[in-house]
């Protein structure tokens, strides 16, 4: 499997947990699309901690409820071909290091 499209499935960090833990068994996949759910820190955590183990190269997720660290932490991973953090909680102080 390359690509896996989960988006506007009221998906919450619970299901985002779960979903790494099945992650973890496959090494193909390229593209994971979350946007439109309800995952806050504690599934954008398990998402950090699969991406240092799987290197997706497509990231979505807008518009779920992931801040602070946690959004630094995914844009640490670039170059990622493509991460969408569209209406997450990001500060200005988050977005400074991308413009360096």
């Known amino acids: ?3 896996l499209m989960l988006s506007d499935n009221k998906i919450t ?6 979903l790494v ?3 973890q068994q ?3 996949l390229q593209e994971l699309q ?7 820190n504690e599934g954008g955590k ?9 290197k997706i190269l497509k990231l979505e997720v807008e518009n779920n409820r992931i801040a602070g660290t946690i959004l630094q932490e995914l844009l ?7 991460l969408h953090l569209l209406k997450n909680k990001l500060t200005d102080l988050q977005v400074e290091p991308l413009a360096a």
């Open 1 to 3: 499997m390359q690509a």
């Open 34 to 40: 979350l946007q439109n759910n309800d995952i806050d």
């Open 76 to 82: 640490s991973f670039m170059p990622m071909q493509k």
């Open 13 to 18: 960090s619970v299901g985002c947990l779960e």
């Open 26 to 28: 496959t090494s193909t």
């Open 21 to 23: 833990k099945l992650l």
């Open 46 to 54: 398990a998402l950090v901690a699969n991406q240092k183990r799987s």
